[in-house]
């Protein structure tokens, strides 16, 4: 079965833009997380949903950091006013539920701000 | 703050050898610790993972040892192989929450 994916694989921008990243969690599958890696790092985590609401946005490192998932399938992660530093690999995961402990991770999407 | 931490950055072993990596953790909530394995340009995949209540979990040439009362916890590659190169992460998981606490990676090199 498909795994999850995440678009657009690569995204450059330009500092202060805005840019969404989209994540397509497995069929069935009702958490979904989000991280961020930098370069030669491990990834960190930002958000996670359970269903359509956050239940934990701790890791979220501002507020130009949002994240959505209306339908409680695919998600959004917005990042408004965007800075160098952002520049990373954001990974999507998700699993069969909030008990389940197995989260499998999309490919990602490197984000460079210029 | 939660941290895990793990060594070595780096690991070059000649193909057949055994590499192992390291993990130590300082929140003894963590209740679930994967390791991922993650090549260039792809998102990271679910090797083996360990809980707590025991000591040693083996699938295949990988095996994880798990030592509770140092709060560490290992990763062996037995008969290492050159498709095995790869960046390694140990992770875990607290029952306060679902995300994972990543540590740094570990870069293995197998020769062959």
């Known amino acids: 079965g498909a795994g999850v994916s995440q678009t657009p694989s690569n995204k450059v921008t330009e500092k202060g833009k805005y840019v969404e990243l989209r994540c397509d969690p497995i069929s069935g599958h009702t958490a979904l997380y989000w991280y961020r890696q930098s370069l030669g790092q491990g990834p960190e985590f930002l958000i996670y949903?359970?269903?359509?609401?956050?239940?934990?946005d701790s890791g979220l490192p501002n507020d130009r950091f949002f994240a959505v998932r209306p339908e409680g399938s695919v998600s959004t992660l917005k990042i408004q006013r965007t800075e160098r530093g952002d520049s990373a690999v954001y990974l999507c995961?998700?699993?069969?539920?909030?008990?389940?402990?197995?989260?499998?991770f999309g490919p990602g999407t490197r984000l460079l701000v210029l | 703050q939660q941290q895990v931490k793990q060594s070595p950055q780096s690991l070059i072993v000649q193909k057949g050898g055994i590499s192992i990596i390291n993990c130590a953790y300082e929140n003894t909530a963590f209740d679930y610790f994967p390791w991922y394995q993650q090549f260039p340009g792809k998102g990271p995949a679910l090797l083996i993972a360990?809980?707590?209540?025991?000591s040693e979990k083996k699938e295949g040439r990988f095996t994880i040892s798990f030592n509770k009362s140092a709060k560490q916890f290992s990763l062996h590659i037995m008969d290492s192989q050159p498709g095995d190169s790869a960046t390694y992460f140990c992770?875990?998981?607290?029952?306060?929450?679902?995300?994972?606490?990543f540590g740094g990676g570990t870069r293995l090199m197998v020769k062959p």
């Open positions: 995961a998700s699993s069969l539920g909030s008990a389940s402990e197995t989260q499998y």
């Open positions: 360990i809980r707590p209540d025991v």
């Open positions: 949903f359970q269903g359509t609401g956050a239940a934990d």
């Open positions: 992770a875990a998981r607290g029952n306060a929450g679902n995300m994972l606490t």
